[in-house]
Structure formats: structure tokens, C-alpha cells
Nanobody, 122 residues
Framework: VQLVESGGALVQPGGSLRLSCAAS????????MSWVRQAPGKGLEWVSC????????KYADSVKGRFTISRDNAENTVYLQMNSLKSEDTALYYC????????????????WGQGTQVTVSS
């Protein structure tokens, strides 16, 4: 299993950013995928998950209404569209999976990417 995130950047408060995670080494369309983040000096925080067919999504309360998770099974890629960004969204964002058929909202996944840095600052 390989997960490679991209798209992190420095963005101003109120701005938008889209993260991508390219997956390989497993039958991507079968499994839930998640995003997890870690802010400086803090623990891991689960952010969102999406079902294999993309129809079911869940979000942490801290990002609900601002972030949207989606996936393209033809491209083996999962996305995180982040709008109305706040300074508290500054974190290293990870793509993760347990190759499971349910959404896991605890950040203890078996497979992780290397992370992509998002910094929200003026």
C-alpha cells in the first residue's frame, strides 16, 4: 500500500486549498479512505472519511461545512477540498486507510502517507 499526498501550501485565512492523495498497491475502489491532521504541538485529529463508492462521507465537527472529501476511483485518488480556512487548520495533513468497509473516526490507521503541510497565515 502506498499513499502520496500533495497540494499543501501557505494560504491566507479565508482562502481555499485542495489536497490530493494518490493511492496504489490495493484495490482502491473497495475501501474507505480518510484524512487525518496533526497541528503543531498537538495530537492526531481525524478529519473526514469517504466510502469506496464515494456516496457516504463523514466529517469532524471542526471542519463540517467547510471541507469536502471526494474520490476519483478511475484515478485512484482521494481529495480534500478545504474552504474558509482558519489559522487553526494549520497542520500536517495525512491520507490514511485501514482497508476497511466502514468509516473509522479514530486516527489509528494501519496505512499512512507521508503528509502534506497546510499553513494558514496572513
Amino acid at each position: 500500500v502506498q499513499l502520496v499526498e500533495s497540494g499543501g501550501a501557505l494560504v491566507q485565512p479565508g482562502g481555499s486549498l485542495r489536497l490530493s492523495c494518490a493511492a496504489s498497491g490495493f484495490f482502491f475502489r473497495d475501501y474507505y479512505m480518510s484524512w487525518v491532521r496533526q497541528a503543531p504541538g498537538k495530537g492526531l485529529e481525524w478529519v473526514s472519511c469517504v466510502a469506496g463508492d464515494g456516496r457516504n462521507t463523514k466529517y469532524a465537527d471542526s471542519v463540517k461545512g467547510r471541507f469536502t472529501i471526494s474520490r476519483d476511483n478511475a484515478e485512484n485518488t482521494v481529495y480534500l477540498q478545504m474552504n474558509s480556512l482558519k489559522s487553526e487548520d494549520t497542520a500536517l495533513y495525512y491520507c490514511a486507510t485501514d482497508l476497511s468497509w466502514g468509516c473509522r473516526n479514530k486516527p489509528d490507521f494501519r496505512y499512512w502517507g507521508q503528509g502534506t503541510q497546510v499553513t494558514v497565515s496572513s
